[in-house]
């Protein structure tokens, strides 16, 4: 008895396939099952086959197949986006002084485009580092102590 992933392999059909075995269930006077079993298919897939047809043809409540597919594709986008936005927050720990700038304004330092490709400038701008950068008092040095 076979188990686990060494099963039977998951097999892909065309749709025109699809729309022949459905034809074929609705025309021919035989059962579901009867069909499946002549072709060679499990009785479960040709019944939702049976049942996304009906969908489609508006006889039956449920997603469409176009709707299917679109929920699919933004599923998978939303997967990719966290993904993106995980690899920017871990990013973040091994670049502790940096922020992202959505208008592109932070010098010759932007990269890219937004995620969404609308063309909005990202780019990173890290803050100025050690205390030169933020600015001295006048006589605030060595030179300005010592005179005292």
Known sequence: ??????????????????????EL???SGRTIATVARDLGLTETAVRRWVAQAE???????GLTTAEREELSRL??????????????????????N?????SGRGGERPTGTDAAGTGGRVGIITAPRGRR???RRAGSGRAGRAAT
């Not at 969908?55 to 409540?61: E, F, K, P, S, V």
């Not at 599923?75 to 973040?92: F, G, P, Q, S, Y």
């Not at 940096?98 to 959505?102: D, H, N, S």
Request: glycine share 6%; with cysteine.
């Open 98 to 102: 940096a922020r992202l700038c959505r």
């Open 55 to 61: 969908i489609d043809a508006g006889q039956r409540d």
């Open 75 to 96: 599923r998978k986008e939303v997967r990719v986006l966290r993904e993106e936005r995980d690899v920017l927050k871990r990013a973040t720990v091994f670049m502790p």
């Open 133 to 135: 950068a933020a600015g």
């Open 1 to 22: 008895m076979e188990t686990g992933s060494e099963g039977r392999r998951r097999r892909s059909f065309t749709r025109e396939y699809k729309a022949e075995v459905v």
């Open 25 to 27: 269930c609705r025309t």
